[in-house]
């Protein structure tokens, strides 16, 4: 069975400047990974500003093409998917969730309307029936339902409950993989940790495998499974995800756990903080 | 319905533009009940000045400079009207499928529309006279008008069919299965609609400004009353210099109304238009 | 026992929207009561809508309509001199501004203007206050930057050839080259990466020791708190629910809402199942009736609906407003 996702080698370089100086900046710089079809997983990718998650993210979504290297869903290239129909087939089993759940829908439109979009055209049902049938199951998965969403607007609900109907609009067509980009980093402290945990059930309950793409590394260590992390384009560490986090090697990743400020230290009014230049490495 | 009489009691200028395109418009809508076919000519006696019987006074050729200016009016208010619908749907289809595909089709897009923003409209358009000359219609000149008109615009709502592009919600949409035609008609056009609207008072009066100009030189169908042609007519009879004032500074009058009118309800559209306060008004 | 260098008393400030008709109310800071004291870093707390925004622009007398302070004080202590700064005049809140009070914002760009140099807003920001001349005031300046560990080159830069870090560093830069005896700072590194934030904190640390100000420093970022600031106030919904020294508020939280967040939080090393809060944040406009937070408490009982919970001093410098640590007292 070819694995579900395969990325092979991919580079994604960008042009940038005038005519006079052209400047090409490596988003993504060498990156493979494979994950199992058979093996649902939290696989995360950590990295900071700047370090090619997004990009890597919006090219396993199709949204852009690498300059170079393969990426292959079910064993099929990517850049193979032309026309309409082949299109729908692939959102069918990868579906995204955006960092800004207000931004996620269009605030002059209800919200269901997306999720019955999805069931017509992704999923591909046609009686209403039907139709309201799955988007009230993928509510309930969420822990919501379609007779609370029902005729709202964005704007009258909260940053949680817009991300789970973001996610729940992701589940109507039972895709395979979805590709999260900081899903949770918009969403207030206290919602934060039932959305972590429903990313959690999903790969447990429904069988989904997730790419969680996030710069906090303490989520990370929450769910994960197995986890890459990213700086400057290129993967500097990789493994299964509490073995990295736990014991880091590369001298980035273990920066970048220096950094993360701990609630244990409590009190110690800054003394635990590193040295201001040494630390940012500006 | 509730945002237009909300806009009519809070903007003074929306509700003056109002009155007044209201007042233009009920004027032409009298054209109807006129005694007096437009084109007849010497049906009352020429030259007479405002008076009980004839209110407006009457024209050297004989005719009810009232019941005549109903219907130049109105045959110029329809003429506007007309160009710019016309425009409006070009500039939206070429705008928004510019701003969204990008890439090649952006560009060639670009390049017809830069090119027609830097042709000059009024040779173009007394060129146009003297190759159709008989067989000039005013749905003719309305064509070509359109085709003149809308390419400023067209480049006002790409830049904002861009940004949408750019908006995770479009995003969601492509995801949701959504089709390009069902993603800038059902999602992008609500944001720019009230664009639209504005320019198309705009685009009226600048087709009115550009009719009336044409006629008064004589380069339209003279044989349609028209505000143009009607201060065609009376610079041929040399109404100014005869001292029949009438004739000329009723028509006048009248289009600076409806300018005046339309310009309002575009300036005050403005307000409404502006994305932060109406997502302001959207969430209450 | 000093004068604190910041008291406010009771204070409310709301939105009084109208707009087209529809006339709304939200009442973002609903009778909030703290101090701050000198030489001390305060955190507020609290998540999107709690009114923490609202309170620092309140706080720095930065309020427009449709804001308005209805009721209540906020009384500075600057070397001695009280300043109401709900009642001062337009002279003095200019004088007091940056010399006595300054910002460090989120976005480095709303400070730094976009097409001038860095040097020109420290001449916008401060020059008046130093009241010396420009090479003087630029040596100042020059040498100040030098104690942060920052090259005077920045001076000659244009704000988008630094980097977000940088910016935000030369932000702090400038809100303290006055040495001012109290700085608010809103968000400044919620927008930055983990590793820059480390730094900028550090940062902000060594200043507040050198300059001994007072700082108020907002974020929803439980764990900047847990490591930079003295003492913490947790706001929810407009109101002030629990407040102390740091070290107690993270070790044995008292309010349930506290309780929650400190619970929730994941850190590196631990895999124990965290649960999320049920419900949504209020509506302000609208609020719950008694305790904001009785809709979502795992503790409420019948008197959280229907009276408002009164901030109670449970030790020393350790207040919280629920009925669950200090149940109502009776009638007697």
């Known amino acids: 069975m070819p694995p579900l996702l395969e990325v092979a080698d991919a580079h994604r370089v960008y042009s940038l400047g005038s005519i006079f100086s052209r400047h090409r900046l490596r988003a993504v710089d060498g990156v493979s990974f494979t994950m199992e079809a058979d093996k649902p997983e939290i696989f995360t990718i950590v990295g900071e500003s700047g370090s090619g998650k997004t990009t890597l993210a919006r090219m396993i979504l199709n949204m852009v093409r690498p300059s170079s290297g393969a990426i292959r869903f079910r064993g099929q290239d990517l850049s193979q998917i032309r026309g309409g129909q082949a299109r729908l087939a692939f959102m069918k089993q990868v579906q995204p969730i955006f960092q800004n759940p207000f931004e996620a829908f269009n605030p002059l439109k209800k919200v269901d309307r997306y999720l019955f979009m999805t069931a017509r055209h992704i999923a591909g049902l046609t009686a209403t029936t039907e139709i309201e049938a799955a988007t009230d199951e993928a509510l309930r998965n969420v822990g919501l339902s379609l007779g609370e969403i029902r005729g709202r607007y964005p704007h009258e609900l909260s940053g949680g409950q817009l991300q789970r109907i973001a996610i729940a609009r992701s589940l109507i067509s039972k895709p395979a993989l979805i590709v999260a980009d900081e899903p949770v980093s918009m969403v207030d402290a206290s919602l934060r940790m039932s959305i972590v945990n429903l990313l959690r059930r999903l790969r447990d309950g429904m069988g989904v495998s997730i790419i969680y793409i996030t710069h906090d590394l303490a989520t990370a260590y929450y769910i994960s499974d197995r986890i890459i992390i990213m700086n400057k384009g290129r993967v500097v560490e990789s493994g299964a995800a509490r073995a990295v986090l736990d014991n880091p090697q590369h001298p980035y990743s273990i920066r970048l756990k220096q950094a993360v400020l701990s609630p244990e230290a409590a009190g110690s009014a800054g003394t635990l903080l590193a040295e201001s230049a040494a630390a940012a490495g500006q | ?284 | ?332």
């Not at chain 2, 670009?110 to 060129?127: C, E, G, K, Q, Y």
């Not at chain 2, 006629?215 to 009607?230: A, C, K, Q, R, W």
């Not at chain 3, 008393?9 to 709304?24: E, H, P, T, V």
């Not at chain 3, 309020?63 to 209805?70: C, E, I, Y």
């Open chain 3, 1 to 332: 026992m000093t004068v604190p260098v910041l008291q406010v008393q009771a204070l409310r400030a709301y939105y009084k929207i109208s707009s087209f008709g529809l006339d709304r109310e939200v009442r973002a800071v609903d009778d909030v009561t703290f101090h701050v004291n000198a030489n001390e870093i305060y955190g507020l707390a609290g998540e999107s809508s709690c009114g923490k925004t609202t309170l620092i622009r309140t706080i720095a007398a930065a309020t427009k309509p449709p804001l308005r302070v209805v009721g209540g004080s906020i009384v500075f202590n600057f070397a001695g001199r009280a300043v109401d700064m709900q009642k001062a005049d337009d002279d003095t809140v200019a004088a007091v501004r940056w010399k006595h009070l300054s910002y460090i914002m989120q976005g480095s760009m709303s400070v730094l203007n976009p097409v001038r140099r860095v040097e020109r807003s420290f001449v916008d920001f401060a020059f008046r206050h130093v009241g010396r001349r420009m090479a003087e005031f630029l040596d100042i300046v020059s040498d100040h930057l030098r104690r942060l560990d920052l090259s005077p080159d920045i001076l000659s830069a244009y704000p988008h050839q630094l980097s977000g870090g940088m910016r935000q560093r030369v932000a702090i830069a400038l809100a303290t080259v006055c040495r001012p005896e109290f700085i608010i700072a809103d968000e400044p590194t919620t927008a930055l990466d983990v590793i820059v934030q480390n730094g900028v904190l550090a940062m902000i640390r060594d200043v507040q020791k050198e300059l001994g100000s007072s700082l108020i420093f907002v974020t929803h970022d439980l764990a900047v708190h847990a490591n930079l600031c003295h003492r913490l106030g947790v706001m929810y919904a407009g109101r002030l629910v629990e407040e102390g020294g740091t070290r107690e508020m993270f070790r044995a939280p008292l309010h349930p809402y506290t309780a929650h967040l400190v619970a929730s939080l994941p850190r590196i090393g631990n895999t124990e199942p965290k649960k999320g809060l049920e419900g949504t944040p209020p509506n302000l406009a609208d609020p719950p009736s008694g305790c904001r937070f009785h809709p979502r408490c795992p503790l409420a009982r019948e008197v959280c609906r229907a009276q408002v919970p009164p901030m109670v001093e449970v030790a020393p410098g350790r207040r919280v407003a629920c009925f669950a640590v200090t149940p109502p007292a009776r009638a007697a």
């Open chain 2, 1 to 284: 319905m509730r945002v237009v009489l909300d806009l009519f009691r809070y903007n003074r200028e929306f509700a003056i533009g109002v009155v007044l395109l209201g007042f233009v418009v009920i004027f032409a809508a009298l054209s109807f009940f006129s005694p007096f076919p437009p084109n007849d000519a010497f049906v009352v006696p020429p030259d007479v000045p405002p008076s009980w019987a004839y209110p407006l006074g009457t024209t050297s050729r004989g005719q009810d400079v009232f019941w005549l200016l109903t219907f130049a009016i109105r045959n110029t208010l329809l003429f506007g009207l007309a160009v710019a619908l016309i425009s409006r749907i070009l500039s939206l289809v070429i705008g928004l499928v510019a701003g969204y595909a990008g890439g090649i089709v952006d560009r060639v897009l670009m390049s017809l529309n830069d090119t027609f923003i830097v042709i000059p409209l009024f040779p173009i358009l007394v060129l146009f006279y003297f190759v159709m000359r008989d067989k000039m219609s005013w749905g003719l000149l309305a064509l070509a008008m359109s085709c003149l008109g809308w390419a400023y615009d067209a480049r006002l709502i790409r830049s904002v069919a861009m940004s949408l592009r750019t908006r995770e919600f479009t995003e969601t949409s492509i995801f949701s299965g959504m089709s390009m035609r069902q993603i800038l008609t059902q999602e992008h056009l609500p944001y720019v609609m009230p664009i639209v609207f504005s320019t198309l008072m705009n685009n009226m009066n600048w087709s009115i400004g550009l009719e009336v100009t044409l006629s008064v030189l004589g380069f339209t169908d003279i044989n349609t009353p028209t505000i143009g042609v009607m201060i065609y007519w009376a610079n041929q009879h040399t109404a100014l210099v005869a001292g029949i004032w009438w004739w000329i500074l009723f028509p006048v009058l009248l289009v600076v109304i409806a300018f005046v009118g339309l310009f309002l309800l575009a300036v005050s559209m403005n307000e409404h238009i502006d994305p932060r306060s109406r997502l302001n008004r959207v969430t209450g």
